[in-house]
């Protein structure tokens, strides 16, 4: 069981690093493609990889699982949620957008209990209370300066957060490789539909950067752009795979924590792609949601290791 548990903490990490690799990709071209165009190369992009890699875990015949439904259910709010996160990061600087949808973890925690079964103490609770005032701290509300486009980043968060709790509750039958085969083929359908809905409304633009991004109509992408756009087929499959597969391993609770790693990244590749450089407020936001976090976590590990403890103590 630790061994689970810690293979699937270093899987969270890492499919956190591979994952936060899109950003730069998609932001660089979010100001002349719609996000639609991009999430439907690239997943046209991951569908072969997807095949091969399933075919290597558990056989192509394990796509025609009987619990299709729920599968496609998590994709569609898979689909949703990475929708809202490309949309936010189109108008939001990098650090901004990657610390609201880090209350990801704590929503997971929160919600670990009445969706899957599994103990959250009332001190996780507090924890997402405090993650709570960490958004309101980067939001800002009455500054003057909020954008809504901080919004999108943070319902992605709790949507995002929902589906890996559904990766825990079918990770018994289902393989990480089968559930990311499911998103990205319903990243394809959906980029597919959503384009095609906004093309019959006749909606070419927006004056927002989040909706420009979201209505803009297709174009013939230059040699450069579309290689941008297919690398993320790539680091898409790796990191579905990635993610599917902590959740998959280990509880919910304790392994969500270490989403936190991706911090690190994203103010990265802001700066050193976008010149973009955090204000003290993301900062100071930043850190209360990360220590919340942290705080649970170590509460959670507490709660774990103390039957353990008594049994070591126990003269019988």
Known sequence: MQNRIVLGMASLCLGVLVFSLQDPLIKAVSGTY?????????????LPILLVLVHADVGLRAIFSKRFRMLTMRALILFTS????????????????VALYFMAPLFIMALAGPYLGERVAGQTLVTVMVGMLGVLVMLRPGAGLFDWAALLSLASAVLYGFSQLMARKIGDTESSTVMAFYQNGVYLLGAAAVAGLF???GIAHATHP???????????????????????????SAGMILLSQAYRLAPANGVATFEYTGII????WGF?????????????????????????LNASRRRSSAPAIAATCDPA
């Open 34 to 46: 719609p996000v639609t165009e991009v999430m439907a190369i690239r997943s046209i992009v991951a």
């Open 272 to 296: 050193l792609f976008f010149a973009e450089v955090p204000r003290s407020t993301t900062v100071v936001g930043a850190a209360l949601i990360i220590g919340a976090g942290l705080f649970a």
């Open 82 to 97: 990475y929708t809202l996160y490309y949309l936010a990061i189109a108008a939001l600087p990098l650090a901004d957008a």
């Open 210 to 236: 989040s909706l420009e991004f979201l209505v803009r109509p297709w174009i013939w992408p230059t040699s450069i752009d579309f290689l941008t756009m297919a690398a993320c087929g790539v680091v898409a």
């Open 199 to 201: 093309w019959l409304a």
């Open 265 to 268: 990244w994203s103010p990265l």
